[in-house]
């Protein structure tokens, strides 16, 4: 009923940037109001448990894990049904397939339950 795209994955060397991007979308049946849902972005490194990186709520609180904070930045447009999570001096411990999520309350993104997830996007970051 929704499905969430993510893109921007790619290879970059330690130090650079990337704009990953989510996009929701849904079939003609089905409605999706994205202003009522938190938003979040997760990351799995190989054998490491998935882990919530960034997250935004329906009002525009944003909250992020220690290991990011400061380098990464999470956003939405709510008019194309989009979030944005930009990765700023990325270091190679952020290599990972990074995930978008929506969830109806912050918890379930925080219990790692969210309501919709993406199929996934890689990052590598590598010299």
């Known amino acids: 009923q929704v499905q969430l795209a993510e893109s921007g994955g790619g290879l970059v060397r330690p130090g650079g940037s990337l704009r990953l991007s989510c996009v929701a979308s849904?079939?003609?049946?089905?409605?999706?109001?994205?202003?009522?849902?938190?938003m979040g972005w997760y990351r799995q490194a190989p054998g490491k448990q998935r882990e919530l990186v960034a997250s935004?709520?329906?009002?525009?609180?944003?909250d992020y894990a220690d290991s990011v904070k400061g380098r990464f930045t999470i956003s939405t447009d709510n008019a194309k049904n989009t979030w944005y999570l930009q990765m700023n001096n990325l270091k190679s411990e952020d290599t990972a397939d990074y995930y978008c999520a929506a969830g109806s309350w912050i918890s379930r993104l925080q219990r790692g339950e969210p309501n919709y997830w993406g199929q996934g996007t890689q990052v590598t970051v590598s010299s």
């Open positions: 935004i709520s329906r009002g525009g609180s944003t």
């Open positions: 849904t079939s003609s049946s089905f409605s999706f109001t994205f202003s009522i849902y938190d």
